[in-house]
Structures are given as C-alpha cells and as structure tokens.
C-alpha cells in the first residue's frame, strides 16, 4: 500500500512531526483540527460552534486531498475546553454528520495549545470504491 501524507504547509508539522493527514490505501486520518486559519488567527473566539463549523470545513479539505469526502468518515473525536458549549458543538456536528453517523466521542479536558480555542476535532475515514 502507498502512503500519502497531506500537508497544510504549516511549520509545525516538521517541528512536531505530523502530518495533516495521512492516507493508507483506503484508510484517512486526519490530525486533530482546531478553528485556525491561515494566517494562524483563532476563528469563532468564544463561539464553540462557530469553531466546529470551520473544522469540519477544515477537516473537509484535508480529507479532498487524500481523495475522501465527509460522507466517508467513519469516526470522529471531539475536544471540547471546559468554556466550551457542548450543545452548540454537538449541533453542529449532527448539521454535517447527521447523514453520516460515524461513531463519534465528545471528551471535556482541562485545556488545548491555545487558551482561545475552544474545540479540536479528529477525523478517520475509509473509502469504500477506492483502490487499496
């Protein structure tokens, strides 16, 4: 099988040694995502929602470039600050994977990298027609 990893171009990838993503024949994993864009600010400050959405949407790339779809996620993993509104976080979840329904886990910890962010999102996925 041939590994393809997928990078966002960030310098932390090198320093850490991670990957956006990383495709294994039909199999994607996507790093945990958090609400930052490419200029490195913080999007949806106090808004977990707003932070969910722009992950997903983040997590919807990743996954374009390794020949995937949301609709091939299979699970999802979900940390949430303890600031954070796990409804709104939920709601959003369920607006993009309500269809879907992979098997999901939504976990409170005492804090993420950056004291704005609020959620950080994980995704697997597996391609079912695709080639392995």
Known sequence: MTRQNISSGTHYE???GYSRA??????????????TDGASAVVGIGDAGAQTEFI??????AL??????????VRTRVYLT???????????HGQYFGDIRPANTLLY????VGEDY?????????????ES
């Open 64 to 73: 374009g470039e390794a020949g995937a779809r949301l609709s091939d996620v």
């Open 22 to 35: 990383v495709r294994l024949g039909n199999v994607v994993h996507v790093s945990g995502t958090t609400a």
């Open 118 to 130: 609020l959620v950080e999102m994980e995704a697997e996925a597996i391609i079912a027609d695709a």
């Open 56 to 61: 997903i949407k983040k997590i919807e790339v």
């Open 82 to 92: 303890p600031d954070a509104d796990w409804e709104a976080v939920a709601a959003m």
């Open 14 to 16: 090198k320093i850490a």
């Open 109 to 112: 910890i005492q804090a993420l």
